[in-house]
C-alpha cells in the first residue's frame, strides 16, 4: 500500500480526504462563487454550528478554503487552486482504464513474435 | 497513453496491438468489459440502450447515443444520485482508427462539470487500489 502514484501527494490526500464528506463538498459549492461567513455556511446544513465548523477547519486544513477577518466575522471561499491537483487526478482516470484495456486485449490476442 | 484536460474536456489516447474488430467489443459486451473496467456491467449496445458499470463504490450509468462497430461509439455517462453529475449528463466518444494491424483508441470525455470532481474521487481511489494491488 506504499506504492502511491507519485502525484497523489501528501497535499492531494488531504485534500481528497476533506472531499470525501458530503457536507465538506456542500460546503465548497456554498463558497464556489462567493464568501461567507460561517454562521451563513451553517444556516445551510441541520448540523450543528459546531460539526459546520469542524468541517470548515478540515476544508481550510486541506488549503482548499481561504479564510479572511472582517470585524469579527471570519469569512470564507474556495482556493480555486486546491483543486488542480485533483483534476490531475480525474485526468488520470481514462488513461489508467486504457492502459489496462491495452492489457486485457493484448492478452486476449497475443501476436506471434515478428521475424 | 496520454492526457490531457481542456475546459472540462478529457481525452485519453492509447495504442492497442490488435484491430478495431478485437477492440470494439471490449466496449459493448458485459464480459468483456469488465476486464478493464468495472466490476459488474449492463449493456445494451444500440441507440438508446442502456450503459451501466458498477465499478464499487461508484455507479456509472448513461445510455448509448451512436454504435459504429467497429471504429466509433459514443454514450453518455453519468453517476445516479449526483447533482453534478446525473446519468447522461456527460458525454463519452470513442473512436478506434486501424493503424497497421493495431488500434488507435482516442477516448474523449466531455460536458464534465468541475464540481463533478469530489464525486468521482471515489472512483479514482478505487482504480488506485485495484492498481496497487496489481503491483503488489
Redesign the interface.
Known sequence: MTDLKPSASAATDAVLRALADPHRRQILRLVRHTELPAGQIAANFTLTQQAVSQHIGVLKQAGLLTERREGTRRLYALRHESLEPVRELLAEFWPDALSRLKKAVEAAHPRPPKR | ?????RNDV?V???????PPE??FP?FTDPA?IV???GDRAELDPQPGGVFLLDMGEVVARGAYVTVEPPYRLVFSWGIPGSDALPPGRSTVEVVLTPDG?DTM?V?T?TD?P??H?????????H??GL??RE??
Open positions: 497513453m496520454t492526457a490531457e484536460i478529457i485519453a489516447t492509447e495504442h492497442i496491438k490488435a478485437v477492440v471490449y468483456l476486464e478493464w473496467i494491424d483508441v477516448l470525455h464534465l468541475p464540481t470532481i469530489g464525486n468521482h474521487r471515489a472512483g479514482w481511489e482504480r488506485l492498481l496497487r503491483a503488489g
